[in-house]
C-alpha cells in the first residue's frame, strides 16, 4: 500500500465549481510534489514544495493552486479549469528535494465537464 | 533541454523469458536513477533505484548502470503476466534536481 494518500480518487466538476485536491503522508519527508498525467504520458511536473515552502512552478496556469499546510500535507486548489485539465493528479513525496525515491500516490482522476 | 529516453514498444516476451528495459540520458551529471511501474489507469510505483555504476539485484528485477554510456537498463527476469505495464525510466536533474521521466516503455508479458 503506497504511504502516500491522495483525496479524492475521482471528482468531476464544471467549469465554474471550486474544488480541492488533498494529499497526505507520514514518512516524515520534507519534499512534496504535484504531477499531473494524461493517458500514455509521462507524469508532468506542476509544484514542488521543499520544508512547507514552494520550490518550483512549473509555469502552471493560476488555476490551479498549491498549498502545503503543514509538512504531512499538500492541497491543490481547483478553479475555473477547463476540460482539457482532465487527467490524473499525482502527488507524490521525497525525503528532500535534492536526494532520494519518489514516492506516488495513487492519484486524483479529474474530469471537468 | 534534459531528456530521458525509453523505446515506447510494446515490447513482447513469453512468460518465463527475460524482459530488458532500456533507458539513455542525455544529463552527464545525473547521480540518481529510477525505474517505476505503472498498470493502466494507476499511480506509477517505485521498482528499483540506482545511484553506482553496476548492477542491483532486488528478486526478479536488476538494475543497471553505465554513467559513462548515459545508459541504465532494468532486467525482469522469469517474465509473468502480471509484470505487463508501463514501465518509467526517471532521471534527477543534476542542475535542478527535477526528476525527469521517460515516456514509458510498454510491456507485454504473453502467458
Known amino acids: 500500500d503506497t504511504e502516500v494518500t491522495q483525496t479524492p480518487k475521482h471528482l468531476v466538476m464544471g467549469m465554474t465549481n471550486k474544488k480541492s485536491l488533498k494529499c497526505e503522508q507520514h514518512m516524515g519527508h520534507r519534499a512534496m510534489y504535484w504531477y499531473k498525467q494524461k493517458a500514455k504520458k509521462p507524469p508532468e511536473l506542476m509544484f514542488v514544495?521543499?520544508?512547507?515552502?514552494?520550490?518550483i512552478n512549473e509555469s502552471v496556469p493560476s488555476r490551479f493552486s498549491p498549498e502545503c499546510p503543514n509538512s504531512s500535507l499538500l492541497n491543490l486548489h481547483l478553479h475555473a479549469l477547463q476540460p482539457e485539465d482532465s487527467a490524473l493528479y499525482l502527488c507524490?513525496?521525497?525525503?528532500?528535494?535534492?536526494?532520494?525515491?519518489?514516492?506516488f500516490g495513487e492519484g486524483s482522476r479529474l474530469t471537468v465537464l | 533541454q534534459k531528456e530521458v529516453e525509453q523505446n515506447s514498444g510494446p515490447l513482447s516476451v513469453p512468460e518465463g523469458a527475460i524482459a530488458s528495459l532500456n533507458c539513455t540520458y542525455s544529463?552527464?551529471?545525473?547521480?540518481?536513477f529510477f525505474w517505476y511501474r505503472q498498470y493502466s489507469g494507476k499511480s506509477p510505483e517505485l521498482i528499483m533505484f540506482?545511484?553506482?555504476?553496476g548492477d542491483k539485484e532486488d528478486g526478479r528485477f536488476t538494475a543497471q548502470l553505465n554513467k559513462a554510456s548515459q545508459y541504465v537498463s532494468l532486467l525482469i527476469r522469469d517474465s509473468q503476466p502480471s509484470d505487463s505495464a508501463t514501465y518509467l525510466c526517471?532521471?534527477?536533474?543534476?542542475?535542478?534536481?527535477?526528476?525527469?521521466f521517460g515516456t514509458g516503455t510498454r510491456l507485454k508479458v504473453l502467458a
Open positions: 514544495y521543499s520544508y512547507e515552502k514552494l520550490s
Open positions: 507524490a513525496s521525497s525525503p528532500n528535494s535534492h536526494t532520494g525515491e519518489l514516492f
Open positions: 540506482i545511484y553506482s555504476n
Open positions: 544529463d552527464r551529471g545525473s547521480q540518481s
Open positions: 526517471a532521471v534527477m536533474d543534476s542542475g535542478t534536481y527535477k526528476y525527469i
